[in-house]
Nanobody, 117 residues
Framework: QVQVEESGGGVVQPGGSLRLSCIAS????????MGWYRQNSGNQREMVAQ???????AYADSVMGRFTISRDNGKNMVFLQMDNLKPIDTARYYC???????????RGQGTQVTVSS
């Protein structure tokens, strides 16, 4: 049974940092591209960052230089270090395999990030 669970969200002031974590069980984690995606009210989910099994990474232009994605294949976990957060980063963040994300099939509940003074 597949389970995807995100955690680490919260409320932070502009310029602050958060580290999101995701654990995915029941998938072939070591061979799959994982990503972080976000959705705020009224908008479609957008890709934030992706990481290949070999640690190749890609980022949305809006987070380049501020966010860092990483993974631990031994623990089936993906992380998103978010620094210099801005109000525009306020959204619900989800992690998912690339294949399912492209289909719009997000299996976790996400974790809310709110950036506000």
């Amino acid at each position: 049974q597949v389970q995807v669970e995100e955690s680490g969200g919260g409320v932070v002031q502009p310029g602050g940092s958060l580290r999101l974590s995701c654990i995915a069980s029941g998938i072939n984690f070591r061979t799959t591209i994982m990503g972080w995606y976000r959705q705020n009210s009224g908008n479609q989910r957008e890709m934030v960052a992706q990481i290949t099994p070999g640690d190749g990474t890609a980022y949305a232009d809006s987070v380049m230089g501020r966010f860092t994605i990483s993974r631990d294949n031994g623990k089936n976990m993906v992380f998103l270090q978010m620094d210099n957060l801005k109000p525009i980063d306020t959204a619900r963040y989800y992690c998912e395999e690339l294949y399912f994300a492209r289909r719009g099939d997000f299996r976790g509940q996400g974790t809310q990030v709110t950036v506000s003074s």
